[in-house]
Structure formats: C-alpha cells, structure tokens
C-alpha cells in the first residue's frame, strides 16, 4: 500500500484557519441578497440613535445572522473566531466594519419596540410569500377532509442571580436581567428568574410562524391572541379553510376563557382542560355510567386508559358546544401529576373540536399526546441555533434577536429543501366504517309493546394468530397469551392491547404492542447471536 505526500509548511507568522461557518454565512449572504430580503430590511426596519458611528441597522443584522449561523456557544466565543476574518464577514452583506461587541449590546438594549414590530412584520410577510415545500403536509381524517395542525406552547429560559446580603443599610439590588426576566416557573431549569416565549410551529413543514416573548411566566392569554391572529392570515394567504386548522395547545390554555379566544377566531383547537367541574354535568355522569367507547394502551408507557367520548358538551353555561374526551384510568399511591381524582379514578379531559366519527376518542387522545414532536423540534433548534441563548438584557434586544433567529431557521429549512427535495409526511386514518341501519320490526299491531332490534348479538369464532411475515418474524402463536390480557413474546416481555379494530368483512382485529426498551434490547441480542453464529460458521 502506498501513501500520499504529506507536506508540512511551518511559518513564523500567525495563519488562523477560516471558521467552519464561512461557507453556509456565503450561501446566506447571496440568498438574502439574491431575495432581496436584506435590503427590504435596510429600507423598512428603521432605528436611529446616537453614538452608533458608521454603523447601521444592518450591520448589526447581519452580525446577528452570522451568529446564529455560527453554532458558537457565546458571543464571545464567535467574536473571538471571526476576528481575523472580520473584513470579508461583511463584505458578504455588503458592508465593510464589523462593529464592536460592545456597540452591539448598545445597540440592542437602545432598540424600541416599533423596530421590533417592524421586523416581525417582515418576517410574516416573508413567511407567507415562500413556499419551500411542494405541499402543506398535514394529516387526513377518516373521511378523507385535510387538516393542518399548528402547535402553540411556552418555552422557558432561566438566569442564575448571584445572592446578594440584603439589610436596611444596604440599597437595593440592581441585577441585570431586572428587564428581561422575573419570577416565575422554571420547569426543569435552574435559575431564580426566568423569561417565557411563546412559540408558533408548523407541525407537518416544521417551519416557525412567530415568537412573543415576555419577561416571568409571560401574558400567555394575549400572546395566544396575537397567535390566533397569525394563524388565520397563515391560512388565508394560503387559501386554507380557518375551520380545518387544528390549533394544538397544552394544559397551560386549558380554562374556558384562552379556548374562548381562539374559538372566536373559527380555528380548530385540541388541548388538555382543567375545567374538572366539566364532570359534574348531567350529560357527562350519564356518559360514565355506560362502557368506554375505547380503551387505550400506550405503547412505551403501558398506560392504559379507558376513554369516554360526550361529542357535544358545553364548554361554559352560554356555550359553545365543544366535544369532550375523558380518559381515566385506576388512582396509585402518589398524587396524580395530571388530571383530578376522585373515588380511586383518575380523570383526564381532552377539549377539541374534532368531528365524530371523523375521529374517533382514540384518535383526539393520540393526536394530542403526539404534541410531544414539538419539543423535539425545539431540541434540534437548540443544538443547531440555541435561540433561547441570552442576546441582549432588555425585552427588545432578546425579541429582535430571537425574531432573526427564526427567519434564519425556516430560510435552512428552504436551502435544504432546495438541496435535497423530499415530500412532506402526511398522517391519514384509516376511513371511517360505515354503521349500518339497524332493522327493526314493529308489532302486529300499533300500540302492543315497544318495537325490538332482530339483529342477534355479535359472535365471534376462535381466534387466528397472524401468520409469520416475509421479514422472518415470530408468528402470533409464539406469544402466549396471559391471565391479565396481556401476551408474553419470546423473551418474556409483555405486549399490552393497543387498538380493536373492525374489518369490513366483520371480523375483529385485536392488535398489541410491546415497549420499543424491550424490543431494542432484544434486537440487539438477536443480532449479536446471528454474527456469532454466522463466524462459527465460516470458520468452520
């Protein structure tokens, strides 16, 4: 085997390599400029102020792109890195001085919140005139009507605060993020104060609609306002019917009055409610006294939950009429994380608009705790751009910021698309089975008894495991089934009952389901076994 010259070039003088970023910074650079987005907000963002010198808004723009871009962890760090390469950074853009750091958190804690507006302005403009995707994406109901599902959630940055001794002689404190941050719930996060932002996602193209952001737990009630609003231009620019966009909402919006706000708007809305007195309705003690409609087995959890669907429900005493979804299951020892107790049985509510039989009780439980997506999406955000990083120690600076961060965020999500074009996802239900009218026969004559269904109870034969499939797997006769109803597969792991479902020629497939730990595991055994026998084998 021959090897490559290798050459080795020693200088004396200090030659520090180009950052990993210059090259995407180029892509972006001529994009902006080829869109005209850069100039559109050279012209429509305006901000003066004293002591800026021959800097302009856009040279603090594109110091703020290039940071996003740049995957450093502090801005520090970026200046550090980008300092021999300073003149031609923003001779991309157009520009010849890379401001100071310094001037830049000048420049940010001096913005106002008109220029703030005026970028999100753009920025929603911009959004609605692009379409990177061949498609909307979104998810297909079991009478075949298209449905676009939006996620509206808080996310939450927390700042650690020196302690400081406090006594009548000293003065108050004077902290940093005073205008940033305020108390608040912190989630997970360490940290004494805290700032919450309101996001919008496109769930299907993962595209951002908008940011509002607010120091201490924030004024989620009229951030969702402002974000009812972007919906609907989002759907009427796209020529999208109001009522089939699906507004996807945590507990946090689960009162009468943020569901009312949204409901006024005519968007569809799913969430977890906390309006537990819901269970106290005549029409919903009639509907738990009955049988579930479904019962509900998670496949990684093994929760199992038994759901009862009350398709028209007022949601206050004047209305409107909503659909509820309650899902319950037995109490344990520890408090209920989620839900109400009452008598040994947890209660969940699922608020919707959803139609019936359009979907089904299981489905408006599965489609609301699919909301789980939506953090990975804000996972990624943070690996890739860290949005929720501290830029500025005033409202506006951190808004104008995190605004920018998101533009750059969807325009990636256009140059990938560009680059390497794919079709959207999309979820479909299965179609909805027809219910057949019941016959019913009347009496010899009128007024003798009431009338009676002649159809006879529904009868089932013997069950028939599922044959092995053409990947080799176990067949169903390798599970055995368990005392519990649940089945016990190969390597001694439990299935649990996922889905009952009705076939068209009246028979009834019962399917289950195992934890994706035990089937990892055993994958992993499976193939390691298989190479070893495989190397005995050949050297046999």
């Not at 997506?373 to 890739?384: K, M, N, P």
Request: proline letters at 7%; aromatic letters at 8%.
């Amino acid at each position: 085997m021959t090897h490559s010259e290798v050459t080795i070039q020693i200088t004396p003088t200090s030659r520090p390599s180009m950052p990993t970023f210059m090259g995407e910074v180029t892509v972006f650079a001529q994009v902006l400029i080829h869109t005209g987005i850069l100039k559109m907000i050279q012209e429509q963002v305006r901000f003066a102020r004293a002591r800026f010198g021959r800097y302009d808004l856009i040279d603090f723009v594109a110091v703020l792109i290039g940071y996003a871009l740049s995957g450093e962890p502090t801005l520090l760090a970026f200046y550090e890195r980008l300092a021999p390469w300073a003149s031609p950074f923003m001779a991309l853009f157009g520009r010849d001085l890379l401001p100071h750091r310094s001037t830049l958190s000048r420049f940010l804690a001096a913005l106002d919140q008109s220029t703030v507006e005026a970028l999100r302005t753009l920025f929603q403009r911009d959004l609605l005139a692009r379409r990177p995707f061949p498609s909307l994406g979104g998810l297909f109901d079991r009478t075949g009507k298209q449905w676009l599902v939006i996620d509206v959630d808080g996310t939450r940055q927390a700042a650690r605060q020196r302690a400081l001794p406090q006594t009548e002689d000293l003065p108050s404190p004077q902290r940093r993020f005073d205008q940033v941050c305020a108390p608040g719930y912190q989630g997970r996060k360490r940290g004494e104060v805290v700032r919450t932002r309101t996001i919008l996602l496109q769930t299907h193209t993962h595209q951002f609609l908008g940011t509002f952001g607010a120091a201490g737990n924030g004024d989620y009630r009229g951030d969702l306002r402002r974000a009812a609003q972007v919906i609907s231009s989002y759907a009427t620019k796209l020529e999208f019917p109001t009522a089939s966009i699906l507004v996807r909402l945590d507990g946090l919006y689960g009162d009468a009055a943020p569901l009312l706000d949204v409901l006024s708007t005519g968007l569809g809305v799913i969430t977890r409610s906390r309006a537990y007195h819901l269970l106290d309705l005549e029409i919903v003690q009639q509907r738990l006294v009955r049988a579930p409609d479904h019962v509900s087995t998670h496949p990684e959890s093994g929760m199992t939950r038994a759901l009862y669907d009350c398709v028209s429900v007022p949601l206050t005493p004047a209305g409107p009429e909503v659909r509820l979804v309650i899902a319950t299951h037995a109490a344990t020892g520890s408090a209920p994380a989620v839900g109400t107790e009452r008598d040994g049985m947890i209660y969940e509510l699922f608020v919707s608009t959803l139609p019936s039989p359009a979907f089904t009780a299981s489905d408006v439980l599965d489609l609301y705790l699919h909301r789980g997506s939506f953090e990975t999406v804000l996972a990624d955000e943070d690996d890739e751009q860290e949005s929720d990083r501290w830029y500025s120690h005033t409202p506006c600076g951190q808004e104008f910021a995190q605004i920018l961060a998101q533009w750059v965020w969807n325009l990636r999500l256009e140059l990938g698309q560009a680059l390497s074009p794919y079709e959207l996802r999309t979820t479909e239900f299965a179609p909805a089975r027809a219910v057949e009218p019941v016959h019913m026969c009347e009496s010899a004559e009128l007024g003798q008894g009431p009338a009676f269904s002649t159809r006879a109870p529904a009868a089932y034969g013997p069950p028939q495991w599922a044959r092995p499939s053409f990947t080799h797997g176990f067949p169903g006769s390798a599970f055995t089934p368990q005392p519990d109803g649940t089945l016990r597969c190969p390597a001694n792991h439990p299935l649990y009952l996922q889905e009952r479902r009705p076939e068209r020629d009246g028979s009834l497939r019962v399917l289950y389901a195992a934890r994706i730990g035990h089937c990892r595991s055993w994958t992993a055994a499976a193939h390691s076994v298989k190479k070893a026998a495989l190397r005995s084998n050949r050297d046999g």
